[in-house]
Structure formats: C-alpha cells, structure tokens
C-alpha cells in the first residue's frame, strides 16, 4: 500500500428532517449568500425549507441560476457580489455544479491573483482564506459535498477544469435521500454512472495487495448495480433513496482511494467531451470507459479479472474471455438504465485530434492514467474506438 496522509473534516447530517439543523449550523448575525442552480430548489420545496431555518443573519444574498457545468462568467458575478456585500458564509444548496461553483466562488474571493481562472489553472496551491461554506446536496452522484474538488467551465474557450484545495471541503454537508424524489431520469441514471465510475478510476487500477479498500469499492459497485433499476420503478423508496446517496457521497469521500493507484484518464478525456459537445459528465463517462478498459487490458489485467469475478460473477478459466464478458455487462448494465455508451448514439462525430491535444495541453504531465503512459496517439485510439 502506498504512503497516504488522510484528514476530512466534512460534518455529515444524513437522513430525514436535517434541514432544520441548519439554524445551529450556520453562523449567527452575518451576512449568508445562498447559492443554488436554475429552479428546482423553487419547486421542490427546498428553497422554502431553507429560508424557514435559517437563523438570524445580518443580511441575506441569494444567487440563483448556477447551471449544471458551472460557467466561469456567471461564477465571477457571484464573487463580485460576494464581495460587495461582505460575505461571511456561503450556503449552496444543489448538485454538483452549484457546490462545485460555490467551492470556485468561496476561493475567489480572496484569491491574490485578478484573473481567477488561473485557480483553474495551476495555482490552486496560491487560494488562502477562502470564504467558509455549507451545502445541501440534492442530486446524489460527484461526491462533491465531501470532497475538496471542483470542475468549472468556460464556454468562450471550450476548456471544463478541475481544482482541488484542502482548505475547500465544506464545513457541513446535509445529505435528505427525500430531495431525491424530484429528479427527473436524466439526473437518476447519470447519478448511478458517476459513482460508479469514480470507483472503477480508483479500482481498475493495479493489484497492489488492498483488501480493504478493494473490497470497500467492490460493495459500492455491487450496492449501486442492485438498487439501480429501483430508482426507476420504485420512485419513492426511502431506503433506495438513502443507499444510493450514501454510495455516491463514498464514491467520492476519498476513503476508496487511500493508498491505492488512481487512474481519473476517462474523467480527463470526458470533461473535453463535455468541453466540446455539451454532453452530460456521465454520458462522457459512459462512452469512455468500456473503451479505455479494453485498450489497457493488458495493464489492468488483475484488477479487471478480479472485477469480472467480484461483480460479475465471471469465473471463465481464459482471462481473455473473463474481461470481455465483463465490460460487455458493464455497457448492457448502462444501457438497461437507460445510458448511451458510444458517440454515435449522440450523432457525434469526433475530433479526436482537438480532444486528445487539449486532454494532454491540461494534463501536468503530458500524459494521464495510474501509470502515467496513456499519452496524445492512445487518446486519439480511445476516442475512435468510442465512435
Ligand atoms: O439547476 P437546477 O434547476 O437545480 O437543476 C439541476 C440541474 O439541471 C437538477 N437537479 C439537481 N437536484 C435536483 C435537480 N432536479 C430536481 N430535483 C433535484 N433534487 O439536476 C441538473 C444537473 O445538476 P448538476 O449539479 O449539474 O449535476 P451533477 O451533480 O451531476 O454535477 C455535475 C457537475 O459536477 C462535476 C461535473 O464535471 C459537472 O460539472 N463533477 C464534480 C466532481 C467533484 N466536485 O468532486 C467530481 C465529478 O467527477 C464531476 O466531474
Ligand atoms: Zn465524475
């Protein structure tokens, strides 16, 4: 097992009724500005909710209409005002890009540099005192409301980020499964993907002896393969509910990381897909994975038998046959909840070229996966194979 050093200090209130705690959770007298996405915090009831156990502030700022991929321009608009109206806290209540763009606004405030893109690009470690905030996560899937990351967009350059500060992990997360209830389909299948794939980033690594972690990540999968059809045909299921959240905050907590190999190449290629052709973070997920499994076959040899017997129930003798079997369940798995797995079925025809140039140009090494060698020509293969 490698060397780690492991601190998350995110203060989880799990479960039904948690909203009302935020009257002892947010500071007292100050001044709050919430942050939440276009409208589905207006007509779900959270919205009300909220501002009915708030407890009593100095001033209270809203900024609505953070969209989904948070965009950078809108983003700098909420650290302007931030900092016109002196805020102390931040309270963001969303999925992941509301919370992602509240981590990008609470580090911007005080960022010593003008131009604030540079936190995107490589001076994260310069973000100092960033502004203290809260969120409500309401759309299980990133990870992000226990995790120190962010992902930014900016559309007048087709680039989609990542950050990461350890002074950026919220100071409260409130995870109510109830809030899923609104989600419409398209939110419930990329929120079975995108914690599925986190684990296999961390999983489908090298065997390097991790029971622990291994086996920690293998019940997350198997957990999110068996309430996966629920979702869909039991939509109010409490219990359901409460496990998946539960599995894509773990997803994505950095417990299954410790220690281990992570390879994050399929969510660098997916975020220029995104970048690029606007598709969902999970679809890109979907349609480079499977790909990227197999042309690094060799190279995940263990793990991807140990993942075709563990979560497959794949015992062929001809390993060949074993790993094929189980990526072929894998795309059928996202298929039968309704995912796409190929390009194609977006009628997207790629520019491999663009995408693996701007792939290693936002890489820090020139090259990306657990072992560093999945380089400009192997992207270039990846994408075409995903056609
Ligand atoms: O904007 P509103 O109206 O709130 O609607 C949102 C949005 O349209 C809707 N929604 C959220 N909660 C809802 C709801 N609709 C009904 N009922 C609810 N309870 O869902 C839509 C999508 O929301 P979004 O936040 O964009 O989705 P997600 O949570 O999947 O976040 C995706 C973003 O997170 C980044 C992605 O790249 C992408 O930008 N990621 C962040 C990570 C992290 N911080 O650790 C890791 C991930 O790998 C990922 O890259
Ligand atoms: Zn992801």
């Given at each position: 097992m490698h060397n780690f050093e492991f601190h998350n200090p995110v203060k989880v209130l799990?479960?039904?009724k948690q909203i009302e705690n935020i009257k002892h959770l947010i500071p007292q007298n100050k001044n709050i500005l919430l942050t939440y996405g276009v409208n589905s915090i207006k007509t779900n009831g959270m919205y009300q909710r909220v501002t009915n156990n708030l407890p009593q502030v100095n001033n209270l700022i809203e900024f609505?209409?953070?969209?989904?991929?948070p965009e950078y321009n809108i983003l700098l608009e909420a650290?302007?005002?931030?900092?016109?109206?002196?805020?102390?806290?931040i309270l963001a209540i969303g999925g992941g890009s509301v919370i992602d763009g509240t981590k990008f606004i609470s580090a911007s405030v005080n960022f010593p540099i003008s131009d604030k893109w540079q936190i995107l690009k490589g001076q994260s470690s310069k973000i100092s005192n960033?502004?203290?905030?809260?969120v409500i996560q309401t759309l299980p899937a990133t990870g992000s409301e226990m995790n120190e990351y962010a992902v930014i967009s900016r559309n007048e350059t087709?680039?989609?980020?990542?950050?990461?500060?350890?002074?950026l992990f919220p100071k409260f997360a409130i995870l109510e499964p109830e809030i899923t209830y609104s989600l419409p389909n398209r939110q419930l299948i990329n929120g079975i993907i995108d914690p599925f794939i986190h684990v296999t980033e961390q999983y489908l690594t090298t065997n390097i002896n991790t029971p622990l972690q291994d086996g920690y990540s293998e019940t997350?999968?198997?957990?999110?393969?068996?309430l996966a059809p629920k979702l869909f045909s039991k939509k109010n299921d409490y219990e359901v509910r409460a496990n998946w959240m539960w599995c894509a905050n773990n997803a994505l907590n950095n417990y299954i990381g410790l220690g281990?190999?992570?390879?994050?190449?399929?969510?660098?290629?997916?975020h220029e897909l995104t970048a690029l052709y606007g598709l969902d973070h999970a679809q890109t997920l979907?349609?480079?994975?499977?790909?990227?499994?197999?042309?690094?076959?060799?190279?995940k040899r263990q793990k991807l038998i140990q993942f075709a017997r563990n979560i497959w129930n794949i015992n062929d003798k001809n390993c060949n046959t074993a790993i094929e079997k189980a990526i072929f369940c894998t795309e059928q798995f996202f298929n039968n909840i309704g995912m796409k797995t190929k390009l194609s079925d977006y009628n997207i025809q790629a520019d491999a070229t663009t995408i693996a140039n701007n792939v290693i140009r936002n890489s820090k090494t020139g090259a990306i996966g657990e072992h560093n060698n999945i380089m400009f020509d192997d992207i270039v293969n990846i994408i075409n194979m995903s056609n």
């Open positions: 799990f479960g039904k609505g209409g953070i969209g989904a991929n650290v302007s005002l931030s900092k016109l109206e002196k805020v102390d806290f960033p502004v203290k905030f809260g087709h680039e989609k980020l990542a950050f990461g500060h350890k002074e997350i999968m198997r957990t999110l393969i068996n281990v190999d992570e390879d994050w190449a399929t969510h660098a290629i997916g979907a349609i480079i994975a499977p790909q990227l499994w197999r042309y690094k076959k060799d190279q």
